[in-house]
């Protein structure tokens, strides 16, 4: 059996808007998320856990920044493309593990529909896969609410 463990870390800065897109459910709040795509910083850091399972690099590698075809997407688009390389490699994603690093918003409220979206895009059970979150103690740029950051870990398996 050749078992893969990858790690993602994204960060996304908070800017003008009314809501934040995380593990792909809106989740209001008084700012949003800037970034190139959806600034959908729980996604970027799964997808980039399994290219990294996967020795493929990053996220933006496989949709770079600098190409206008990605501007606004949603980022499932990203981790749907992640969850079918692994496959086309002969694994099977076994869990996947995620955590939001911020003050504010509040994860827990959200924590158990962003389960089930992610685990919805990624093809597992909601077993398989954690969503949580942390704060840094009012340390750093997410303790002073300047933005929100993610590390993901993803487990891949030969069935």
Known sequence: MDIRLGNGFDVHAFGPGDHVILCGVKIPHDQGLVGHSDADVALHSVTDALYGALAEGDIGQHFPPSDPQWKGAASDVFLRHAVT???????????????????FPKIGPHAQKMRAALAAIAGLAEDRVSVKATTSEQLGFTGRGEGIACIATATLVTP
């Open 85 to 103: 390389l692994a496959g086309t490699r002969g694994f099977k994603i076994s869990n996947i593990d995620c955590t939001l690093i911020c003050e």
